[in-house]
């Protein structure tokens, strides 16, 4: 079993990634949920850093020099991930996060922990993008610190939904900015691995359950 397969297992595990009938904020009817929020014991959280630390160490290997996380579900996404590429790689990454508020007394600011220099090459950590929001307040925020490169952005699951256009909300926030973008898994991960499986004894993704998956990527994703 690969990580991207543990993690999947994982997610289910957790109660973070379920299935039934649901809405998303932007109000679509999905059949499945992804909820990071869910995430909640020590055990967890250091375990969700392994994961993202394998795909920074699968297609960013070394290049990079701080891990940011947007307030807030991404601040301990970017603990963890580091805490994780210095106990698994050896590799002794920085991390930064923001305030949503500017800090007016002590060190003032709206940045907490390591402070981007010129020339840095940045990866942002986040959970789940929908509209990708937190990425595109997080660039300029960034950019106005230091003269940055912000390389890539990291998340979790991938649900290859449709932003403004034609293309992923991924695939936006590299043509406006030039970052890469990586998913642990996505949906297509998720389908193929889950189809007719059991997990615990129960099987995750049945005929039905994967024909109303196809049926919603069909409607809103891109292949």
């Not at 059949?31 to 850093?49: C, D, W």
């Not at 923001?98 to 007016?104: F, L, P, T, V």
């Not at 936006?172 to 998720?190: L, M, P, Q, R």
């Amino acid at each position: 079993m690969n990580y991207k397969q543990e993690f999947i297992e994982f997610m289910v595990r957790s109660d973070v990634l379920t299935f039934g009938d649901f809405t998303t904020k932007s109000g679509r009817k999905t059949p499945y949920f992804v909820n990071t929020g869910k995430y909640k014991t020590g055990a967890q959280i250091s375990k969700l850093g392994d994961y993202y630390a394998a795909c920074i160490k699968e297609h960013i290997n070394d290049e990079v020099d701080a891990l940011f996380g947007p307030a807030y579900k991404g601040i301990p996404l970017a603990v963890t991930t580091a805490s994780s590429l210095f106990r698994n790689y050896e590799m002794d990454i920085s991390y930064t996060f923001n305030r949503k508020e500017a800090k007016d007394h002590g060190e003032g600011g709206t940045i907490v922990g390591y402070k981007p220099k010129d020339g840095d090459k940045i990866v942002i950590i986040e959970d789940v993008i929908t509209a990708g929001t937190s990425i595109r307040e997080s660039v300029p925020l960034l950019k106005s610190i230091a003269d940055v490169d912000i390389t890539s952005v990291v998340i979790s699951v991938d649900r290859l939904e449709r932003g403004k256009g034609d293309k992923t909300t991924l695939q936006e926030i590299k043509d406006d900015f030039g970052i890469k973008t990586y998913s642990i898994v996505n949906t297509h991960d998720i389908i193929e691995y889950l189809h007719n499986k059991e997990i615990d004894g129960k099987v995750i993704i049945n005929d039905d359950m994967k024909a109303k998956m196809k049926e919603y990527m069909a409607l809103y994703c891109v292949s």
